[in-house]
């Protein structure tokens, strides 16, 4: 249950799903306008059909949210867990299965067997500090570039219905600009989130790091897996 359960929420998080779905959406609204008994047959679906697209995108609004109330203390602590995560999977290989969770006074990780092993990633990240690299702290995999890709395609979508719907496009132009839609979200949304990423959730302005402790905690997170560890950290 629990797997089954995992494998529902890896569906939601994946951009594509929702993105995919509201496409199918516009595709319909546009090319099969509701009219007459359709109209009110659209209208008592539509609450429904809103509550599919936020579900698909709830990761989107969630992130939104919290972007606004995360601290510059996090956002430091997210730069030395994907920092610490990169220098692990350098070591032990892209495949290594390594996951982490920024908080305000540190950060969880998972999956690595030893103390000692995440103590000298992090010692060889905070060493590179000074050359303030993205390529070292910023991830194609991080929760901010799936919601980052949820919202841009949300959001191009949504204004391009619009436009298209006032302007009463005719077939043609309609195909051009969802086809423009979706060659824009597949070329741009992991440039665009990983800008996004180093701009608005990571922060690097700090001159030193080091580990304060390191001790082993419970399961919180769904996708973690044993062992996890707590890491607090001291950053000036």
Known sequence: MQKLFGKFLNFI??????FIFYLILVLLFLYVPPEGLGAIGFMILL????????????PFFSTLFNRFTMSANKKRNHALEHGTIYFLKKRFGKKFRVGGYAKKN?????????KNDIIQAFDQFSKELSRKNPKLFISLRCGSNIVTSQGFGLIL????????????????IIALVLAANVAF?????????????EKLFMSTDFSSARIHSI????KKI??????VYF??????
Not at 231 to 236: G, R, S, Y
């Open 13 to 18: 998080k994946n951009p594509l799903s929702g």
């Open 47 to 58: 609450p429904f059909v809103l509550f599919l697209v936020v579900g698909l995108n709830l």
């Open 106 to 114: 540190g950060f969880r990780i998972c999956g690595v067997a030893k």
């Open 157 to 172: 979508l949504t204004l391009s219905t619009f436009a298209l719907k006032i302007f009463e496009s005719s077939d043609l």
């Open 185 to 197: 979200y597949i070329l741009l949304r992991k440039n665009l989130g990983n800008w996004i990423q």
């Open 215 to 218: 001790n082993k905690v419970k």
């Open 222 to 227: 769904y996708w973690e897996v044993n062992p």
């Open 231 to 236: 890491v607090k950290t001291i950053v000036e």
